[in-house]
């Protein structure tokens, strides 16, 4: 069994992002030698998400706002976290919606994805430096 | 390492239905000769999902109730998305909450599921052909 | 490769509880022998939930009011599911929004975490017998 790990760093200007990271991805596998396998792709941030969906500014848009509908920043004081001194109870939420983690097929050493899938970064309180970590298992 | 990799096929009369898949899963799994190992089902379409719950139709019902009422079809005007000429601006949202993937474990053989675990498509944007991937590695 | 195969077992006092179950998965990932590899972790009933965030008492309650806003356990006569005779269809809304299952990584011997990050049980009609899935495959 091969193996191969990473941790990528991100550290957005803004406080909600989505990166569109399947190239940075793509390479990994590359370099893991593995041709039959599994790919983790995985926020270790518990205020952030990766998720796979369509690299379209639309939807990215509708995106936040419907996140921003269902579990809004503001008035901070909803939430009982906020009262840790925090100010990102929302970005927790807004993560649970969009998820942690993707894992994905790697099939004759590609990731095997149909013709919109594409990996994102999901940054929900951003502004300081934050990991994603790439776990590639297989043959 | 052993591994599978197969692809199914769905096209459904109407926009949105679920499909109990976890038959043909199970088939795969089989064929597979993984006897330990983990198996991962996710749509390939990102208006499309993989989820696992109870095949109960009843639920079904308040599964469509629900999404319907936090990410609703219409108007289409509603979101940015739809302004490319698309109108399922709502089904990447439905399919977000109900996810885009499973990874299930194979113990002895088989599919290792609780009671009323079964695994289901959600199509939320038919009528056209769309694929799910299975991949299993393990020995 | 190697993999171990264990099952936790939950009776929770109330029908909703989070219960931090880290501790319990680190000790089966030292059991396994496992240095690089992946960890599942699967609710087996279909009304409770595996997620990752962050043991913090205000934030868990701020999941409990918010999960109870958008699935509301009361009328129970609003979900069709429960004209089965159960009273638990928003136990499976509830479990939809949390998710079912997390995939860690494995990396020299240890869950490969980042600095919050802690896995839960996440209980949503308790006060009966549940399971936990926990597989580990790897090497």
Known sequence: MKSLTE???????????????TSQIEELVGESGVKEGLCLVNAMHITASVFINDDEKGLHHDFETWLEKFAPHEPVSNYRHNLTGEDNADAHLKRTIM????????????????????????EFDGRRRKRVLVKIIGE
Chains 1, 2, 3 share one sequence.
């Open 7 to 21: 941790y990528l760093v991100f550290n957005t200007a803004n406080r909600r992002e989505f990166i569109n990271i």
């Open 99 to 122: 998820g942690r983690e993707v894992v994905v097929a790697i099939t004759a050493g590609k990731l095997d994805f149909g013709p919109w899938e594409q990996i994102f970064y999901g």
